[in-house]
């Protein structure tokens, strides 16, 4: 069966829809994804991908329409969209020219199994082995690693993230003076401290010590990085989603998202805020905040700091 599947953002949320695409391959389908800029490198890695067409979105209505009319995908026995937007569902009814199978379809619906890698198993039709994220990294980068590291044991923090090309979302982030005294904690413990991001936030992290690799690694570097690290902590964002993919020991801090949604029970260890409206939204495009923004602020470095002992000492 040839199957169009489309994911075409963001980083993270492709991560967790590769156990789905995965399960349709193991069933035999010959699959082509439909990938925007942000979700490419993880379909590039994934194993037995027939074909991968890259869309602009999201860009301009127009732009779309003319790359829409350009780039007809036709032939295909079935489509496939691991999303939500009903928008992008109309969309692609017209690019494939026959029914799609929908998150954003209200028969359908998304968001009735949690986390969002089970739904979006539910929604492809397939059943799953394993809701881990897959994405393998090469001898190479894991070689390239080495290079910062020296092969002594580190940690990796992500105080930045919660970008990506829908929208920015400062409102994910932990203050960057209390990632700071957690850097200096690790550090007066004996752990040499490895900082992950991407370009946008290195300077905005600069203020965090430790060895600073934000906007210098790919995705690729990045995720053998934080595979062969001792423990991984960090605002809920890509490089949390890779440390799931590479089994390492990872705490992850929410405020307005809600870790149920995004994480399968165990994969990491949750630092939620403590405010009544926490958390305000799931999977889909941050609505704004209409409390006082104080979510990310009720998390106390004691709680983190305890919770990294804790999972240091196991």
């Given at each position: ?45 994934l194993p037995g991908i027939m074909d991968i ?104 923090l992500a105080p930045g993230g919660a970008r ?79 440390a799931v993919a590479g089994d390492t020991p ?65």
């Amino acid at each position: 069966m040839k199957t169009l599947v489309v994911k075409t953002h963001a980083f993270g949320d492709s991560l967790l829809a590769t156990s789905a695409v995965a399960g349709l391959i193991a069933r035999g389908d010959e699959v082509t994804v439909l990938s925007g800029p942000s979700s490419l490198p993880v379909w590039k890695r994934l194993p037995g991908i027939m074909d991968i067409v890259q869309s602009p979105a999201p860009c301009s209505v127009i732009k779309l329409f003319w790359w829409s009319l350009l780039n007809r995908q036709r032939g295909f026995d079935k489509v496939i969209h691991l999303g939500s937007s009903a928008g992008a569902f109309r969309w692609l009814r017209f690019l494939a020219g026959q029914k799609v199978i929908s998150g954003g379809d209200r028969e359908i619906g998304f968001g009735i199994l949690k986390p969002a890698a089970r739904d979006y198993c539910r929604i492809a039709g397939v059943q799953f082995s394993s809701l881990k994220p897959l994405f393998p990294v090469t001898p190479l980068e894991l070689e390239g690693s080495r290079r910062y590291t020296g092969g002594e044991p580190y940690v990796v923090l992500a105080p930045g993230g919660a970008r990506n090309v829908r929208d920015f979302v400062p409102q994910k982030r932990w203050p960057m003076s209390r990632w700071a005294e957690v850097s200096l904690h690790l550090q007066e413990r004996g752990h040499q401290v490895f900082l992950v991001g991407g370009e946008q936030d290195r300077e905005e992290i600069s203020s965090v010590s430790g060895v600073n690799l934000a906007g210098k690694l790919s995705w690729g570097e990045t995720a053998a990085l934080i595979s062969m690290a001792v423990l991984f902590a960090g605002n809920d964002s890509g490089p949390a989603h890779l440390a799931v993919a590479g089994d390492t020991p990872a705490l992850v801090l929410f405020g307005p998202t809600d870790p149920n949604a995004l994480y399968e029970h165990g994969s990491i260890v949750p630092v939620c805020g403590t405010v009544s409206c926490s958390p305000c939204y799931a999977n889909s495009i941050f609505p704004g905040c209409t409390g006082n923004e104080d979510c990310m602020i009720s998390i106390d470095i004691e709680r983190v700091i305890h919770a990294l002992e804790e999972m240091l000492q196991r």
